[in-house]
């Protein structure tokens, strides 16, 4: 079996750890520096009590490993990437983090080995989806990617249930957005921009978040005349935070606003993740639009209910890593989002969570 050390045992770090053991094809460790993270997970994988701000330390730890994934929080993105590289293992991530990912970048530059940043929801498949739209075009001109992933039930001002990362929230909202406009790659204020679109009769606001483009704006530069990726959120939204984080200063202080967030804006496991993907150019010198929509809900993973954007960024990493184990990836280098088929995606069995519009899950529905 492949060994595979998962880096933070976090919602979506056990989730990850939960599909690639119940495959069994993988030998999975988790590294965490939270004894009573570690204390949750499947007692098939093996666990290892570890601060992962350490490089050094960190190498040593992931000696003999296949792969590392890297579901750490995001400034702790590059930390993982030395190791990993120090140890000779495959790396794959989930971060947003744009600087993070130049990093990344650079380190694959003259690596033996694998460095997949990136392998989530957005960034991740979002960018395989609008890539594989943008293949049927002779002529791009707009590329706009949307996703969010949101409550079922929305209960509160904000309209929103922490389901991923306080941090990574924090992030997307606070740093620039890379963007082309007009044919010119610009960076873009996060919040900004905000519009409003109706599916299935509900109405939703979308606006810039940094990170969820990956790497499509150096790909398509030159290419499209404008492309942009924007989060989904319901309307009311992105006023709130505005003034949480320009009005009332908050951008300079996210430790204080996580702590907010964690201890006013419950969890839940009844979300959806809404995937919206349009592309518009010419194709035999007509001009013409494709759209790519999915909704992913929440449902059970071996046998433990998980919420939409857990299964959605765990099933993607996984089936990345899937897919460089098989050999259906190239075994070195920096590899693109971009450099992954949607179809051979879409047909990996973790690639499975994104095959169609699933509904959800009758026994959570009753709750």
């Known amino acids: 079996m492949r060994k595979v050390t998962v880096i933070g045992a976090g919602k979506i770090g056990s989730t990850i750890a939960d599909l690639l053991v119940g495959s069994g094809d993988y030998e999975v460790k988790v590294v965490d520096r939270s004894a009573e993270a570690l204390k949750g997970l499947d007692p098939r994988v093996a666990t290892a009590e570890l601060a992962i701000d350490d490089p050094a330390a960190l190498a040593q730890a992931l000696q003999g490993a296949f792969a590392v994934i890297s579901a750490a929080p995001y400034h702790l ?157 319901y309307p009311g939204h992105a006023a709130i935070m505005k003034a949480l984080l320009n009005d009332l200063g908050l951008r300079d202080r996210r430790g204080l606003l996580k702590d907010i967030l964690e201890n006013a804006v419950p969890a839940t496991l009844q979300d959806v993740v809404i995937i919206f993907v349009t592309v518009s150019g010419l194709k035999d010198g007509r001009l013409m639009q494709e759209t790519y929509v999915n909704k992913v809900y929440a449902q059970p993973v071996g046998g433990e209910m998980k919420s939409a954007i857990q299964i959605t960024t765990a ?40 095959a169609g519009d699933t509904q959800p899950n009758a026994a959570l529905a009753a709750e």
Not at 159 to 180: F, H, K, M, Q, R
Not at 319 to 340: C, H, K, N, S, Y
């Open 77 to 233: 993105t590059t930390v993982v990437a030395q190791a990993a590289k120090a140890a000779g293992a495959h790396y794959l991530d989930l971060t947003e983090d744009v600087a993070a990912s130049r990093i990344v970048r650079d380190l694959a530059k003259d690596a033996t080995t694998a460095f997949i940043p990136q392998c989530g929801l957005a960034p991740g498949f979002i960018t395989i989806a609008a890539w594989d739209l943008c293949k049927h075009f002779e002529e791009l001109h707009d590329v706009r990617l949307r996703v969010g992933a949101l409550p079922r039930y929305p209960s509160n001002a904000l309209n929103y249930n922490l389901t991923w990362s306080t941090d990574g929230v924090i992030n997307e909202y606070c740093e620039p957005c890379e963007a082309i406009v007009g044919g010119k790659l610009r960076e873009v204020p996060a919040l900004e921009e905000c519009e409003e679109f109706a599916l299935d009769g509900v109405t939703y606001e979308a606006f810039n978040t940094s990170g969820g483009l990956g790497t499509l704006c150096q790909t398509l530069a030159g290419k499209v005349r404008n492309l942009n990726y924007r989060t989904i959120r």
């Open 315 to 354: 099933g993607a990493a996984c089936a990345v890593l899937d897919m460089l184990a098989t050999g259906a990836l190239p075994q070195a280098g920096f590899i693109r989002q971009e450099d992954i088929p949607l179809d051979a995606f879409l047909g990996n069995r973790f690639g499975r969570f994104y």
